[in-house]
C-alpha cells in the first residue's frame, strides 16, 4: 500500500492548503481496499431493471428513495452489462460467474444448470457460510439447478389458476422478502450469504396503488425500491447491516420499444442489457464512489468473492476490488449472446461484445456502434469501421470457440405455457444443432412477434373475438409460429367455436407434429365431445413428451371407460413422471375409495390435496368430500366433518358433502 504523509501547512515553500487537500485525496483515492473476511453477504437481483431508468443513472422521472439512499453509502459501477436479456441464463452468470458458453444454460426454457457446476453459494457455503434464498418467479424455481449450494431455498409460488395468467408465474416480491428475512432471523450466526430475487418490474407493469407513476414500469420499479428496504431493514434489525457486503444488480433491461421490442430476449442493444450494480462495503466504505469501466455480471460473482476472502479461482469474472480502492477501473469486453430467437421464432440467434468504446453484434446483417458518441446504438459503423468489426467477430469467435451449444431438452407443456405467460412466446424455433445460415435477422420480424404480443394482451384484456382475429392476421404473415396457432385456437375453444379450435390446434400439430401441447389439448376436446378414440390417441402422443400429462389424461380417459386397474397404472406412470400431479392422486384415491380401501384412498386423498394448495383457485369436485367418506368409513368422525364442511365452502351444491354431513349427523343421535 502507498504510504502518504500527513500533510503540513508549508507556507514558505509556497505550497498552498489546496494542494495539500488535493494530495490528501490523491492517496485516499489509491487506498487498496481489504478483505471482510466472515462478513454477512447480502445479493439482490431486482428483474428487468435497465440502467438508465433509475435516478442514480440520471433518469428523472423514477422514485427510488431507499436505493438513493444507499447509493450515498455505497459505491456505483457506471458501466455493467448482462450476458444474457433472459431471467435464467443470466442468474446461471451471476450465480457461477461463468459466462453461458461455460455454464450451458442458453434459454429459459429446457436447460438447467449441470450439478458438477460450482455455483457462488456452494463457495461461499464451502468456507463456512450458512446460505439461503428466496425467488419470486417460476423461471427460477428449483428444478432448473439454480438452488445448488443453498441450505435454505424458497420459491414457493402460489398458482392461481391453471396456467392462463401470470399469477401462475411470479409471486409479490414481498413474499419472497418475508420468507428470507424470516430465514436470516432464524440464523444463530451472521456468516451468512443471502440472496433475494424480486421478479418486479417484469411485465406485465402492475405496481400496487401506493407506487402507481405516469409509466407503469416505473411504478414497478418503485415497489422493488420500497421491498428492498423491506429486506434491508430486517438486515438491519438484526445487527448486521454495518458489517455486511450488499449488493443490489439487476439481470437484464427492458426494450420499451427502443428497437421495436418492447420486452426483452430477442435483441442485445444496450437497453436490455446495461444494468445497475450498487456495492456497499462494510461501514459504507468509499461511499459516494462511482466507477467507470465496462464489466458484466460474472465480475459481481467474482468481486463478492474476492472481499469475502474466498477463491476466485476457475471464473470468468475477474474481481473489481483493486479498483474500488482508486486504482484504474477495470475495462472488460463483455460478451453476451441469446438464442431465444433461433429456439423459439425460427430467426437467427444473436451475439455481442461491449468493449471500451465499441459495441459489436453478430446477427445475419452485422451492427457496430461507438458507445461515446452513439450510446442509443442508432448509427451503424460496420461499412465505415470494418476493420473494427472484424477485430471484434474475431474476438467473439475466439469467446465461443469450443462451447457449442447443446439443444434444450424436452419440457411440459405447463411449463411452456407458464413461461409464455410471461412473455417468452414462440415454440417452433430452429435446433442448435442445425445449421444458421439461411435464418432470418431479428431485426427484419420484430414486429410480427409484436403484433402477437399486442394480440395476447388484447385477450387478457377479454376482447376475444377481437384477439381471433388480430391472431389471424399475425397467422397469415407467419404461418410456422405454433404459439399462434396454439393462442388462437384456446381463444376459439373460450369463445365456443370447438370446431375451429380444432382445426387451429392441428393446424399447430402440422407445424411440429412431435411438439405435446396440441395433441393435450385435442385430447381433452375429443373427450369432451365424446370422442375417446381420438382423444386417446393424442394423449399418447403427448405423453411421449409430456408424461406426467399425458398420462394423467390417459388415466382419467380410463376411469371414464370404466377400467380402474389401467386408470390406476396410468396414474402412477404420471406421478413417476412428476409427483406433484395431484390429479392423478386425486384418481388414485377415487380407486381406492371404490375399492373400499380407505387405508390407502385416505393417503391419495390428503397427498392430492397438498400438492394443490399451489392451485387454489382450481375446483376438484369430491375431493375433500371423498376423503370425508373415507375418513367416516374408518371411524374418524370429527375429521370427516371438516373435510365434508371444506368441500361445501368451494362447491355449495356438492350432493357428496351435504349426503356425508347427514350421514354423520344421524351417527350421533
Known sequence: MTQCPIPSVRA???IAVLL???ALAACRSTQDIGQYRDAPVILIS?????????PMYGYRKGSTPVLDELRRESIVFDEVYSHYPLTLPSHASLLTGLLPTHHGVRDNLGYTLARDVRTLPARFKSAGYVTGAAVSAYVLRHQTGISQGFDFFDDAIEMAGTGESLADSQRDGRLAVDALANWIDRQSTSKVFAFLHLYEPHTPYAPPPTHRLSDPYDGEIAYADELVGRLLARVRARGWFDGAIVAVVSDHGEGLGDHG????????YREALHVPWVLRLPGGVRGGQRIGGTLGLVDVSATLLDLAGLDTTGLDGVSARASLGGQAPLERDVYSETFYPRLHLGWSDLASITGPRF????????ELYERATDPEERRNLVAERASTARALADTLARTTAGARPTDPQPVSAEVRERLKTLGYVGSS?????ASAAALPDPKDKIASIEDFKHAMATEHAGRTAEAIEQY?????SNPLLLDAWESLAKALVASGRTKEAIAAFEKAVEVDPLTPEPHLALARIYAIEGDPTRARQHAEIGSERDPAQGFEILAALMLDAKRPGEAAALARRSLQADPSRYMSEFFLGVIAQEQRQCDEAIGHFERAIDAKRLEPRVIVRNLHAGLGDCLAQTGRTAEAEREFKAELAVIPDSPEARRGLAALQSQQK
Open 46 to 54: 431486482v428483474d428487468t431493471v435497465r440502467a438508465d431508468r433509475l
Open 472 to 476: 389471424r392476421k399475425v397467422l397469415a
Open 261 to 268: 421490442e418492447s420486452e426483452h430476449g430477442i435483441f442485445l
Open 429 to 433: 424455433g430452429a435446433p442448435l444443432s
Open 12 to 14: 514558505a515553500f509556497g
Open 20 to 22: 495539500g487537500a488535493a
Open 359 to 366: 459495441k459489436y453484434i453478430r446477427a445475419p446483417r452485422p
